[in-house]
């Protein structure tokens, strides 16, 4: 027998984060929300993407088959009302939402899925077609019917069809847009993109600001029995510097902004004008390590030796560390993927505080005499700077020498995506209910060379294809288990701290969430005048 799931619209908006369950009350409508945001994005396209700034955008332009819960952990309806898998794990079924429509007002169309999670899951696109790997082929059947066809059983199949990459695309609009390649016709096509999100694109002067739209054919109620989303649109502005973020917020010149340092949390939480919130996150924030044993510039690299990375770990006091850079809302981490991970296994945490030993380690590797390292950091970040100098401060005690070089945002994910870094600020945040997303990349080193680290172990990599494909939970908890043992003992990362997401909202905003996978939500958002 199919085993069946159906789920109810409300549930979808209580699950998304877009009401609470004893919500009741009459929301305003109208309005402009204004949210100052701390980089731009830079490439409004789905499938060839995979930055924070782009994806936490994405989400508001497109919608997706299935939605993540509240708490980033499952999944509701989106698109789709919902879908069977068959006993033998080898086919899942999908009904279509009758009635929906793009941002044009064009209808979505059981082809337009097909060929939005084909490009989707096609290798030559992009790098998050992993995601999608099970998937053998997809056929359709009248006009609510998707069926996908797997190689194998997967257990994160379902959660990977909640995230950006798996966004529904209108088929004929992407095609007609100009070039003659995907990339180039993605390219065209994310200059103005057409979604089916709550909101839909307006202007994007790049560097200062985007505006979204209110997508008046959007396919979700509100409380008040309307379609959402409540508000007219919203207007980013970009404010890379957080002071000044934090000055237009008290003074009133945004509504809303995000990355509050949180040297500053306790202030604004004081602040009666203000609702300084600490959103329950999967986000883990780490130096990012180029551990090849040259640079770009061809410079012997130090941190090609695991007893370096295993030292400067330990040499890090990581209470110390948050207490400075976080004020102590941050705590340590026990893996390189956040403990509200599905599958987190972390019994201790990571390399708690020993210069005896990291002392002993960098002797153990020739290097007692010290040597130089060079890191870099967003621009404007009060926590990047306070984070670096700190480790500086750390780090000299055991004769490393580190240079810190500031740079805008395009320049650091330009050189890191050409691996050119030795050291960079770097953070996460799962887009997925599942420890999939997080291994790929940071352990598995086909989807991105391990997050550009050069790491590629071969017992992970056996074990992380095997995980993809087992069913038995149990089964899959031990592989995972074992991949974070060997991750944490080659230390490709200097692990730091998890910490929830701080964003700071004028008191007449309501409704906004973050939810811990990293989405912004403003489908309810409203502003109470």
Same mark, same amino acid.
């Given at each position: 027998?199919?085993?069946?799931?159906?789920?109810?619209?409300?549930?979808?908006?209580?699950?998304?984060?877009?009401?609470?369950?004893?919500?009741?009350?009459?929301?305003?409508?109208?309005?402009?929300?204004?949210?100052?945001?701390?980089?731009?994005?830079?490439?409004?396209?789905?499938?060839?993407?995979?930055?924070?700034?782009?994806?936490?955008?994405?989400?508001?332009?497109?919608?997706?088959?299935?939605?993540?819960?509240?708490?980033?952990?499952?999944?509701?309806?989106?698109?789709?009302?919902?879908?069977?898998?068959?006993?033998?794990?080898?086919?899942?079924?999908?009904?279509?939402?009758?009635?929906?429509?793009?941002?044009?007002?064009?209808?979505?169309?059981?082809?337009?899925?097909?060929?939005?999670?084909?490009?989707?899951?096609?290798?030559?696109?992009?790098?998050?077609?992993?995601?999608?790997?099970?998937?053998?082929?997809?056929?359709?059947?009248?006009?609510?019917?998707?069926?996908?066809?797997?190689?194998?059983?997967?257990?994160?199949?379902?959660?990977?069809?909640?995230?950006?990459?798996?966004?529904?695309?209108?088929?004929?609009?992407?095609?007609?847009?100009?070039?003659?390649?995907?990339?180039?016709?993605?390219?065209?096509?994310?200059?103005?993109?057409?979604?089916?999100?709550?909101?839909?694109?307006?202007?994007?002067?790049?560097?200062?600001?985007?505006?979204?739209?209110?997508?008046?054919?959007?396919?979700?109620?509100?409380?008040?029995?309307?379609?959402?989303?409540?508000?007219?649109?919203?207007?980013?502005?970009?404010?890379?510097?957080?002071?000044?973020?934090?000055?237009?917020?008290?003074?009133?010149?945004?509504?809303?902004?995000?990355?509050?340092?949180?040297?500053?949390?306790?202030?604004?939480?004081?602040?009666?004008?203000?609702?300084?919130?600490?959103?329950?996150?999967?986000?883990?924030?780490?130096?990012?390590?180029?551990?090849?044993?040259?640079?770009?510039?061809?410079?012997?690299?130090?941190?090609?030796?695991?007893?370096?990375?295993?030292?400067?770990?330990?040499?890090?006091?990581?209470?110390?560390?948050?207490?400075?850079?976080?004020?102590?809302?941050?705590?340590?981490?026990?893996?390189?993927?956040?403990?509200?991970?599905?599958?987190?296994?972390?019994?201790?945490?990571?390399?708690?505080?020993?210069?005896?030993?990291?002392?002993?380690?960098?002797?153990?590797?020739?290097?007692?005499?010290?040597?130089?390292?060079?890191?870099?950091?967003?621009?404007?970040?009060?926590?990047?700077?306070?984070?670096?100098?700190?480790?500086?401060?750390?780090?000299?005690?055991?004769?490393?020498?580190?240079?810190?070089?500031?740079?805008?945002?395009?320049?650091?994910?330009?050189?890191?995506?050409?691996?050119?870094?030795?050291?960079?600020? #770097? %953070?996460?945040?799962?887009? +997925?209910? *599942?420890?999939? /997303?997080?291994?790929?990349?940071? @352990?598995?080193? !086909?989807?991105?060379?391990?997050?550009?680290? #050069? %790491?590629?172990?071969?017992? +992970?990599? *056996?074990?992380? /294809?095997?995980?993809?494909?087992? @069913?038995?939970? !149990?089964?899959?908890?031990?592989?995972y288990q074992q991949i974070q043992e060997t991750y944490m003992k080659a230390a490709p990362i200097l692990f730091m701290y998890e910490s929830p997401y701080p964003v700071a909202l004028r008191k007449d905003v309501k409704g906004f969430v973050q939810i811990p996978l990293g989405n912004n939500i403003f489908a309810g958002a409203?502003?109470?005048?």
């Amino acid at each position: 027998m199919m085993k069946l799931v159906r789920m109810l619209a409300l549930l979808a908006l209580v699950g998304a984060g877009v009401l609470t369950s004893g919500e009741a009350q009459a929301v305003t409508r109208g309005g402009t929300l204004i949210y100052a945001r701390n980089a731009d994005s830079l490439f409004l396209d789905p499938v060839l993407n995979d930055r924070n700034v782009d994806i936490w955008i994405l989400t508001n332009l497109y919608d997706t088959l299935l939605q993540p819960t509240s708490d980033g952990k499952g999944v509701v309806p989106g698109l789709a009302t919902g879908y069977q898998v068959a006993d033998d794990g080898l086919t899942m079924t999908l009904q279509l939402r009758q009635g929906t429509k793009f941002a044009d007002g064009s209808p979505i169309t059981v082809g337009d899925v097909k060929w939005s999670l084909d490009r989707a899951r096609n290798p030559k696109n992009g790098i998050w077609n992993f995601t999608l790997e099970s998937v053998d082929s997809i056929d359709t059947q009248g006009e609510d019917t998707v069926v996908l066809h797997l190689k194998h059983p997967d257990p994160a199949l379902t959660a990977a069809l909640a995230i950006f990459n798996s966004s529904i695309m209108p088929q004929k609009l992407f095609e007609a847009a100009a070039g003659n390649t995907d990339e180039e016709k993605a390219k065209a096509f994310a200059e103005k993109p057409v979604g089916s999100g709550p909101f839909l694109f307006d202007s994007w002067q790049r560097g200062t600001e985007m505006v979204l739209k209110r997508n008046p054919n959007y396919w979700q109620m509100g409380e008040d029995g309307k379609p959402l989303p409540y508000l007219d649109g919203v207007k980013f502005e970009i404010i890379p510097d957080d002071a000044t973020r934090i000055l237009k917020l008290q003074a009133g010149e945004v509504d809303a902004a995000e990355f509050i340092p949180y040297s500053r949390v306790a202030e604004l939480k004081n602040d009666p004008a203000l609702d300084m919130e600490l959103f329950p996150s999967t986000k883990v924030t780490y130096l990012s390590l180029n551990i090849r044993p040259q640079l770009k510039d061809g410079t012997k690299n130090p941190l090609a030796d695991e007893r370096v990375r295993q030292a400067l770990n330990y040499a890090v006091d990581k209470d110390a560390l948050i207490k400075v850079v976080t004020f102590d809302v941050g705590k340590p981490m026990h893996s390189y993927m956040s403990s509200a991970t599905p599958l987190f296994y972390g019994p201790s945490a990571a390399y708690p505080f020993d210069a005896a030993k990291a002392k002993e380690l960098l002797g153990q590797a020739g290097m007692g005499d010290g040597f130089e390292l060079t890191a870099q950091a967003l621009a404007g970040s009060a926590d990047d700077a306070a984070t670096l100098s700190t480790i500086q401060q750390m780090w000299a005690q055991l004769g490393v020498k580190l240079t810190i070089q500031q740079q805008d945002n395009a320049t650091n994910v330009a050189r890191y995506n050409d691996n050119d870094f030795q050291i960079q600020t #770097g %953070y996460w945040t799962d887009d +997925i209910g *599942d420890p999939s /997303e997080i291994t790929s990349y940071f @352990a598995y080193f !086909a989807t991105t060379e391990s997050q550009h680290s #050069g %790491y590629n172990d071969p017992t +992970i990599q *056996d074990l992380f /294809e095997k995980s993809q494909k087992e @069913a038995d939970k !149990a089964k899959r908890a031990a592989m995972y288990q074992q991949i974070q043992e060997t991750y944490m003992k080659a230390a490709p990362i200097l692990f730091m701290y998890e910490s929830p997401y701080p964003v700071a909202l004028r008191k007449d905003v309501k409704g906004f969430v973050q939810i811990p996978l990293g989405n912004n939500i403003f489908a309810g958002a409203h502003i109470e005048k």
